[in-house]
């Protein structure tokens, strides 16, 4: 439990956010797997049939991560942040934006595109400052080194560490995410009884359960109005009436 008493926003924060910073989503018919079939580059058994594709398809990911920016959602919060509120961010992308917008608290449940680790142990990680991931680059214990992605069919290591985060939270926010990826979708049952939760997506009346509220707005939008409201008002409590 953290010692810091003041109110705290935590965020969990899908493809919609980063989409609107130019990175493809997963689902979107133009989206990441419109060329490359899911199985060939997003499990174990592809890395372990094909791992050159894979690592062409990951180097690919990181050059659009790189030259890619921050947009006005991710700016809004960590202004929140810089401005005294307590934010924790959960996120299920595995891109550097939040970090580069200034947010200090950031914790990527499916990894980190800018880092490898081996391949025989998730604790040796590397950051990758510059170029890619090839055959024949070792971790330390002499094991090729991969992405530092979760692929579907492994565990998710932060899971536990997300569940805390969201069990202290006093209002929590979620944005641009479709709430059907498994585990983050349970997400929200971790948050204390009571606690507000909102949804800001374009399709939050189709996407968002029963009690959360609605912000059917891009996150570019829906985000910075909300933190406008909490800055002026100096307390995380949703304005009344609706924002979108």
Partial sequence: ?????RPHLVVLTGAGISAESGIQTFRAADGLWADEPVEAVATPEGWARDPERVLRFYDARRDQVR??????AHRALAELEAD????SVVTQN???LHERA???SVLHLHG???MARSSVDAKLRYPLSRGGIRLGDVCDKGAQLRP???????????????CDIVAEADLLLVVGTSLAVMPAAMLLDQAPFGAP??????????LAPAGVAKIARPAGEGVPALVRHWRETRALSMPEGRLD
């Fill in 148 to 162: 530092d992605v979760v692929w579907f069919g492994e565990a998710v290591p932060a899971y536990p560490e997300a």
């Fill in 102 to 104: 200034g947010s200090r």
């Fill in 84 to 87: 005294g509120f307590r934010v």
């Fill in 67 to 72: 030259g890619a920016r921050p947009n006005a």
């Fill in 112 to 114: 980190e595109i800018l």
């Fill in 94 to 96: 595995i891109d550097d």
């Fill in 197 to 206: 939760c909102a949804l800001v997506d374009p399709e939050a009346h189709a």
């Fill in 1 to 5: 439990m953290s010692d810091d008493s």
